[in-house]
């Protein structure tokens, strides 16, 4: 009998050790982190560095009215950029749209020769509003081009805008990996006018938040501030 009394005693310790560790385990669980409180990539604040003279952010090259490239800094047209490029101008073709590129990667020499010819026409007032000192243009990075519509317009910096050309590239360029880098309304921001035409490649992942946004990177990184 007390054999039996004891078997039963040793059934129930070992039960009730059994859920205790159950308890525990499940407890534990409920400790570790869920997705909720894990801090994601969106919520980190963006990671600026500089190296060579050149600033990046999360990885993106940063050139503005404040950050300049130094004139040594020559990468060339990056060919990712380049080939998503054509691919865009493919997809416009197919839906005939009348687009081309009209400007690609400049150096720091050739960007001067540029500034100097629009000085000479515009003065340099309206020249600032719309072209980049050197070391300040975004063409040096490569990753930016000017599109055009191979037929001309009376007036392209006032006239693209209200194509269907511009409409469309507004609304697919990020499909490319492209943003529209000088958005409309936020000059403030970017210390340049509207220019619909001017394409600046980011990769498809930011160049969609960019656009979702309706903002721009100097935004976008809080650069200004
Ligand atoms: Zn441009």
């Given at each position: 009998?007390?054999k039996?009394?004891?078997?039963?005693?040793?059934?129930?310790?070992?039960?009730?050790?059994?859920?205790?560790?159950?308890?525990?385990?499940?407890?534990?669980?409920?400790?570790?982190?869920?997705?909720?409180?894990?801090?994601?990539p969106?919520?980190?604040?963006?990671?600026?560095?500089?190296?060579?003279?050149?600033?990046?952010v999360?990885?993106?090259?940063?050139?503005?009215k404040?950050?300049?490239?130094?004139?040594?800094?020559?990468?060339?047209?990056?060919?990712i950029?380049?080939?998503?490029?054509?691919?865009?101008?493919?997809?416009?073709?197919?839906?005939?749209?009348?687009?081309?590129?009209?400007?690609?990667?400049?150096?720091f020499?050739?960007q001067?020769?540029?500034?100097?010819?629009?000085v000479?026409?515009?003065?340099?007032?309206?020249?600032?509003?719309?072209?980049?000192?050197?070391?300040h243009?975004?063409?040096?990075?490569?990753?930016?081009?000017?599109?055009?519509?191979?037929?001309?317009?009376?007036?392209?910096?006032?006239d693209?805008?209200?194509?269907?050309?511009?409409?469309?590239?507004?609304?697919?360029?990020?499909?490319?990996?492209?943003?529209i880098?000088?958005?409309?309304?936020?000059?403030?921001?970017?210390?340049?006018?509207?220019?619909?035409?001017?394409?600046?490649?980011?990769?498809?992942?930011?160049?969609?938040?960019i656009?979702?946004?309706?903002?721009?990177?100097?935004?976008?990184?809080?650069?200004?501030?």
């Amino acid at each position: 009998m007390s054999k039996k009394v004891m078997l039963s005693m040793v059934i129930l310790l070992v039960c009730v050790g059994f859920s205790f560790i159950c308890i525990v385990m499940l407890s534990n669980t409920k400790s570790q982190p869920t997705n909720d409180n894990i801090v994601k990539p969106k919520n980190a604040l963006p990671i600026k560095y500089e190296k060579n003279s050149v600033t990046y952010v999360n990885g993106h090259v940063i050139v503005n009215k404040t950050l300049a490239l130094p004139a040594k800094y020559k990468p060339g047209e990056n060919k990712i950029a380049k080939k998503q490029l054509n691919k865009l101008l493919k997809q416009a073709e197919k839906r005939n749209l009348d687009l081309k590129i009209t400007s690609g990667y400049r150096n720091f020499e050739s960007q001067s020769k540029v500034v100097d010819a629009f000085v000479e026409n515009d003065g340099e007032q309206k020249t600032a509003k719309y072209a980049a000192k050197p070391g300040h243009s975004e063409h040096q990075t490569g990753l930016a081009f000017d599109v055009g519509t191979k037929q001309s317009l009376n007036d392209f910096h006032n006239d693209f805008e209200k194509t269907k050309e511009a409409h469309w590239l507004a609304n697919h360029a990020a499909d490319y990996g492209f943003i529209i880098r000088y958005p409309k309304g936020q000059s403030q921001d970017t210390g340049y006018a509207y220019e619909p035409w001017h394409l600046r490649y980011v990769g498809p992942q930011l160049a969609k938040v960019i656009k979702e946004k309706n903002t721009n990177l100097e935004s976008y990184y809080h650069l200004n501030k």
